[in-house]
């Protein structure tokens, strides 16, 4: 079956520092993929997405590369502000039939420290 | 343009009591629905998806069902709630999965 597996932290950062939040999935079809964050007390944004292998998602300074030769949709961003604090997903649907929804991973939680 | 509608934001309720949670859409026609859960420490859990009025899919067998009477409502229920069932609920609407998945504003139901 499908999963997606992510560092869960917290990872706390300071401002202006580099951020990485690994993602690396396992499918059985080419699926899609995509950063969803979530900030306190909300639901969950769409980020990102990548819907094939060398694609580029990217928004608010953020940026993600679908690597099917390492099975990793990595979410990096260069220079971090408090207001990016939150919970950030993983996400995938196969390209399968059905309507089924998206596996996540379990979340990172995100401290940005000023 | 698209918007989803969930209500309410928060709830608490006895073990042992009914639940109704209730999400709409606007904007768009016979999109697919979803239900998640996500529970402390965990992550989001698919609990139900339907692809249009009547049609329900279970994920996990549970101690919720959920409806869809229109083919913009998806509702919810449980007829008698446990501790476990404490969580934050969330509904999302997709019509192309490749475009991905809009999500409400989330209910955090605490049983107690």
């Known amino acids: 079956g499908n999963s997606v597996t992510q560092m869960e932290g917290p990872v706390t950062l300071s401002e202006e520092a580099f951020l990485t939040i690994n993602c690396t999935y396992t499918?059985?079809?080419?699926?899609?993929l995509f950063w969803y964050v979530q900030y306190p007390g909300e639901g969950l944004q769409l980020l990102l997405k990548?819907?094939?292998?060398?694609d580029k998602g990217s928004n608010k300074g953020f940026e993600a590369t679908y690597r099917k030769e390492t099975t990793s949709f990595h979410l990096e961003k260069g220079s971090v502000q408090v207001s990016d604090s939150a919970v950030y997903f993983c996400?995938?649907?196969?390209?399968?039939?059905?309507?089924?929804?998206?596996?996540f991973g379990k979340g990172t939680h995100l401290i940005i420290q000023p | 343009s698209q918007t989803i509608h969930q209500w309410p934001a928060t709830l608490v309720q006895p073990v042992g009591s009914p639940l109704s949670l209730e999400c709409t859409v606007e904007?768009?026609?016979?999109?697919?629905l979803y239900w998640y859960r996500q529970a402390a420490g965990r992550g989001l859990q698919l609990l139900f998806y339907s692809v249009g009025i009547g049609q329900i899919s279970s994920e996990v067998p549970q101690n919720l069902s959920a409806s869809r009477p229109q083919d913009r409502q998806f509702i919810l229920s449980s007829k008698k709630l446990l501790l476990s069932d404490s969580g934050f609920y969330l509904c999302?609407?997709?019509?192309?999965?490749?475009?991905?998945?809009?999500f409400g504003s989330g209910t955090r139901l605490t049983v107690v």
């Open positions: 996400a995938l649907n196969d390209s399968g039939g059905g309507a089924d929804g998206l596996t």
């Open positions: 999302a609407w997709s019509v192309l999965r490749a475009k991905g998945y809009t």
């Open positions: 499918a059985t079809g080419y699926p899609s």
């Open positions: 904007g768009t026609s016979n999109p697919n």
């Open positions: 990548a819907t094939k292998a060398d």
